[in-house]
């Protein structure tokens, strides 16, 4: 009988190992950063990039569904319950994956230049730009049966959204010619129905909110190629009980709001810098660069920036700590353009 030990001890080794390493692959994607790669402009595909905090992979999409790709532009993604659902911005299309293994799972079509999701409770939205790009929507998502519910018409091109209680806000990115260039809509989810326009600066395009419940807006300015005298000023705006109360100016083409954990310090890119304003209003730079985006990362305290070089080779994100002090570069897809953090 002796001589069965070691067979059954090396056999229980094999079952615990493989065990072990099948736990590893399947629980690899449900924490990390998401890098979201917008891909070439009007050819190629979007790729996503997984970060877990010591290796970067890439276009992990292609590598857990045998190469196949997620479509031309890939835009941004979220996580709701065991799923995470990817914005393909040219393919008009949500593609959604498992959470544990990024395998596919479905898709839902026939999406109109998909933007940015958010979510309010159980209820998950996006927001949808027209094809000729006059108009958009905000577009209600079963999470669950993977359909759409509900498409709410926007007299503007809807961008980002932030959920706060019941209630979405909405920025609505726009020329000097449109029905509401500087205008942040709110949408009551109980009703589905717009309850509210507050007007902010020109061209709003991303929002936060911070530790004392204000909601904060970036303005970009118009940039009217045709006739540059209609550029005007980019502006960072304080939304308090509907309306804006404070202003600060800033230099036309601002992009990029994140803030960080404490909500007391928010960033931005503007004029080839990053920059950093606390609340109460002081302002620094704290990079130089042609940076694409930035996000914070709250369970790491880390600010993502990236870079998309020529935007037709693979970019880079930056990541600097929340003291500026620290820097680590990592390689990305072709247009690094949106981070996902699973925090």
């Known amino acids: 009988m002796n001589r069965f030990i070691p067979l059954l001890f090396c056999f229980l ?3 615990i190992s493989c065990t072990k390493d099948e736990d590893i692959k399947t629980t690899l994607y449900e924490t990390g950063t998401f890098i979201v790669n917008e891909g070439p402009f009007g050819s190629g595909t979007g790729t996503i990039s997984h970060f877990d905090g010591t290796k970067v992979t890439q276009d992990i999409f292609g590598k857990e569904n045998n190469g196949n790709s997620l479509g031309n532009i890939t835009q941004s993604m979220i996580k709701m319950n065991d799923k995470y659902f990817i914005a393909v911005n040219n393919a008009d299309k949500i593609q959604i994956v498992n959470t ?8 839902i079509p026939n999406i109109p230049l998909p933007r940015y999701f958010c979510t309010s409770g159980n209820k998950l939205y996006l927001t949808s730009w027209s094809k000729d790009f006059t ?11 993977l359909k759409v519910l509900s498409t709410i018409p926007i007299k503007g091109l809807a961008e980002r959204v932030l959920a706060k209680n019941d209630l979405i806000y909405i920025t609505v990115t726009s ?17 589905n129905t717009f309850i509210d326009t507050i007007t902010v600066g020109d061209n709003p395009n991303d929002i936060v909110e911070d530790k004392n419940g204000d909601i904060w807006v970036l303005c970009s300015g118009f940039n009217v190629w045709t006739n540059p005298s209609l550029n005007t000023s980019g502006s960072l705006h304080k939304i308090q009980n509907g ?10 083409g601002a992009k990029g709001l994140t803030i960080n954990k404490n909500g007391d310090k928010l960033y ?8 950093q304003r606390n609340i109460e209003g002081v302002e620094k730079s704290f990079a130089d660069g042609n940076f694409y985006s930035i996000a914070f990362n709250k369970s790491t305290n880390e600010l993502f920036l990236s870079d998309a070089l020529d935007f037709q080779k693979p970019g ?23 981070f996902y953090f699973n925090e």
Request: proline share 6%; net charge negative; charged share 20%.
């Open 268 to 275: 931005y890119l503007v004029d080839g810098k990053a920059m």
């Open 100 to 107: 544990k293994d990024f395998k596919n799972v479905s898709d």
């Open 316 to 338: 880079i994100v930056i990541i600097i700590k929340e003291d500026l002090t620290s820097r680590l570069e990592l390689s990305a897809g072709i247009i690094p353009g949106f």
């Open 175 to 191: 020329n000097p010619f449109d029905i509401i260039p500087r205008s942040v809509l709110v949408l009551d989810t109980k009703s």
């Open 13 to 15: 080794i094999t079952i």
């Open 135 to 145: 108009n958009g929507a905000i577009i209600q998502i079963d999470p669950v049966n």
């Open 243 to 252: 309306q804006s109360v404070l202003n600060y100016t800033l230099p036309n």
